[in-house]
């Protein structure tokens, strides 16, 4: 307990925890790519940010969900810790991308095209591994519910 407020959460509520913080993280992300998307409308950007999305969704996010996932679920019944959503490993990498995210865009050193296009491709796949974290924690409500039954 810490101030009344519990800290330790169902193993199942850090999937719902990751659900938050990734779509939370994707909104901001895909936001800034749309701000800065309107000079730069063409099909060749387009395409470019649908490469960034599919790279980063199949290859780098779709494959953590599931290993987090994957993780979450070998914790059982048990209460965690509400930050064990991530592990250390992932809060590091998280550090690294935020601050050279706000790095590059505080000292301007990529033009506005590259985080238009950037930015929309990895907002969106952000977005999705978030939507996927909050598929598996449903899926994983719904399997307890029904077995209470």
């Not at 990529?110 to 238009?116: D, L, Q, S, T």
């Amino acid at each position: 307990m810490c101030d009344g407020v519990s800290v330790m959460v169902n193993n199942k509520t850090l999937l719902l925890i990751a659900c938050l913080v990734w779509s939370a993280a994707g909104i901001n992300i895909l936001r800034i790519g749309i701000i800065e998307y309107p000079l730069y409308l063409s099909a060749v950007n387009f395409l470019l940010s649908a490469v960034v999305f599919a790279v980063f969704q199949f290859f780098i996010f779709g494959r953590l969900v599931k290993k987090h996932t994957k993780r979450i679920d070998g914790y059982g019944e048990q209460k965690q810790l509400f930050i064990k959503f991530f592990d250390v490993k992932s809060f590091i990498i998280m550090a690294v991308m935020m601050t050279g995210g706000i790095l590059l865009r505080s000292l301007k050193l990529a033009p506005a095209v590259f985080i238009a296009v950037f930015y929309t491709g990895l907002g969106a796949a952000l977005l999705l591994a978030g939507i996927f974290f909050g598929k598996n924690f449903v899926i994983r409500k719904f399997k307890k519910n029904k077995s209470d039954q």
